[in-house]
DNA sequence: TCCCAGGGAGGAT
DNA sequence: ATCCTCCATGGG
């Protein structure tokens, strides 16, 4: 199928951006989308409300995002394209001025990674389900292989659109996924499998909502996410950031215990929860934008 | 309390 | 070529 149709957004923001350097990082928002050559990144997306699923792939035109959307041979209203706009205003992070971040913090300990990691947004879930599953597949793991183990699920088990380049997987909902569960050893999660199903049981038979979450404080929110199998504290934190949004979770995991313990206590090492609680008290309602930027700068520099 | 579950790359030997 | 290490969570 060829594939002319695209309907084109342009989305403005304040402060900069980099789009490559935003997905390439492995936010656990949605596995990193596959890019064409001209280095589109694409992806399916639910349109709210209308529920309509589109294809959309984006790229970075300066200081703008451009959002480019093919629905096949489905309408889209003027109020779909209003609606998947503000969505996609939230998933790349658009509508967060990360200078009033740069400037707040101009003398802090960590402003090196503001220029080392200049405009890195921070990325949103679209599709809460697809974040939580990322979220789990993260634990124990590195950026590549829970990726990739992501995206053997929608390959899978998600609905299929065609493009001219290659084909786009959306992710399957819960009672999907959890009807497709003997499927699961071919995505190969290891032992994280099991917490992947007994997760997805849990919010396919609504015990838990996760729709419900977005509106309850973070720490109220977390608790309920500890209460689903192989979610724990990191874990928890990851979904309330890259999957709600909430900026005042800061995911602590090795490299962020590491660097605190280096930056705030002299290098002497501190638990995990020593080490969260002083990324909240610091950056307060900032504290999961200064974690993005920690974790950015602490592995491009360890690298070389 | 410690140890292991499974995965696969990257470093050390 | 083979061994060791990394990494969150839960359970024995």
């Not at 969505?87 to 503001?114: C, Q, S, V």
């Not at 609504?206 to 504290?233: C, F, H, S, W």
Request: hydrophobic share 35%; proline share 4%; glycine share 6%.
């Amino acid at each position: 199928m060829v594939m002319d149709n695209w309907i084109t957004l342009s989305l403005t923001t304040k402060g900069p951006l980099n789009l490559k350097r935003t997905l390439e990082t492995g936010h656990s928002s949605f596995p990193i989308p596959r890019s064409d050559k001209s280095g589109r990144y694409y992806f399916v997306i639910t349109i709210p409300d209308s529920h309509k699923k589109v294809v959309c792939r984006v790229y970075q035109k300066g200081a703008k995002l451009i959002a480019e959307v093919s629905s096949y041979n489905e309408q889209l209203s003027e109020n779909d394209l209003k609606a998947l706009k503000k969505l996609l205003r939230k998933t790349f992070g658009l509508h967060l001025n990360m200078l009033e971040f740069y400037t707040e913090f101009k003398n802090d300990p960590i402003a090196p990674a503001f220029k080392h990691c200049v405009g890195v947004r921070l990325t949103c879930a679209h599709d809460h389900f697809e974040s939580l599953i990322s979220s789990i597949l993260t634990q124990n793991s590195s950026i590549w292989k829970w990726v990739g183990q992501a995206r053997r699920i929608k390959e899978l088990m998600g609905d299929k659109f065609p493009t001219d380049h290659f084909m786009v997987y959306s992710f399957p909902d819960p009672q999907k996924l959890f009807r497709y569960k003997h499927l699961l050893k071919e995505a190969k999660l290891g032992y994280r499998e099991e917490y992947v199903i007994k997760s997805t049981q849990d919010i396919a038979n609504y015990q838990i909502r996760l729709d419900k979450l977005e509106n309850i404080p973070t720490m109220e929110a977390k608790k309920v996410l500890l209460k689903l199998k192989g979610i724990g504290p990191k874990v928890a934190d990851m979904f309330l950031l890259y999957g709600l949004g909430k900026i005042d979770a800061p995911p602590t995991d090795i490299w962020i215990q590491r660097g605190v313990s280096k930056i705030f206590f002299k290098g002497k090492e501190k638990s995990l929860e020593e080490c969260r609680e002083k990324l909240v008290e610091r950056y307060g309602k900032w504290a999961g934008i200064a974690q993005l930027y920690m974790f950015d700068w602490i592995r491009s520099t360890s690298k070389k």
